[in-house]
């Protein structure tokens, strides 16, 4: 289960949080009056995480451009404006 602290206590402890977050990769729910505001994770998630969304980033043009060549090799054509679109 996420760990959860409150901004107040965050800033009494910054140091062993840290050496938490680092320990086990996190995340720990930082809060302010019972609301989050913010998820700390550490480096190597962190990176994990990007690489994830570079890969998924990464697919979804892969599939705009083979959708493309389709409509290409039938004859269709879009307007510039539609593919903004597609973002």
Partial sequence: MPKKITS???QES???VLEDVKE???PVTITERSRPIAVLIGFESFMA???RLR???EAQLQQIV???RQEHEQGRTRRIKSLRELR
């Fill in 8 to 10: 107040t206590k965050l």
């Fill in 66 to 68: 083979a959708q493309g």
């Fill in 14 to 16: 910054i140091a062993q």
């Fill in 55 to 57: 890969e998924l980033e």
């Fill in 24 to 26: 086990c990769g996190g």
């Fill in 49 to 51: 995480l990007q690489e």
